[in-house]
């Protein structure tokens, strides 16, 4: 029994950064892997990138690494994402979710891998 609930979205010109959170309710939130994913108007939802329950493991899609940062303080049950040289076709609704995984990972991609989904928030990157 997870809820999560994105915020920080927002407008931003390209080139902009923007930092979007991700708090989640309950006790066990260092037992959860934390993902980020991402769906555009008319486009199917896609995966972003994730980070370990620990902190100490981030996965990144192709299309944002070296952009892109997930950390998480697990002590405020919050994930980040933060984003930096944001370019137009990262514009979309922005979802965090969370997979429980005891031995930790964050190696997962696919959003049927995913347990607990937040309702998303907008980031719209003007040209």
């Known amino acids: 029994q997870v809820q999560l609930v994105e915020s920080g979205g927002g407008l931003v010109q390209a080139g902009g950064s923007l930092r979007v959170s991700c708090a989640a309710s309950g006790r066990t939130f260092s037992a959860y892997c934390m993902g980020w994913f991402r769906q555009a108007p008319g486009k199917e939802r896609e995966f972003v990138g994730s980070i370990s329950g620990s902190g100490g493991t981030t996965y990144y899609s192709d299309s944002v690494k070296g952009r892109f940062t997930i950390s998480r303080d697990n002590a405020k049950n919050t994930v980040y994402l933060q984003m930096n040289g944001l370019k137009p076709e990262d514009t979309a609704v922005y979802y965090c979710?969370?997979?429980?995984?005891?031995?930790?990972?964050?190696?997962?991609?696919?959003?049927?891998?995913?347990?607990?989904w937040g309702q998303g928030t907008q980031v719209t990157v003007s040209a």
């Open positions: 979710a969370a997979k429980l995984t005891l031995f930790g990972g964050s190696h997962y991609y696919t959003a049927p891998a995913y347990d607990y």
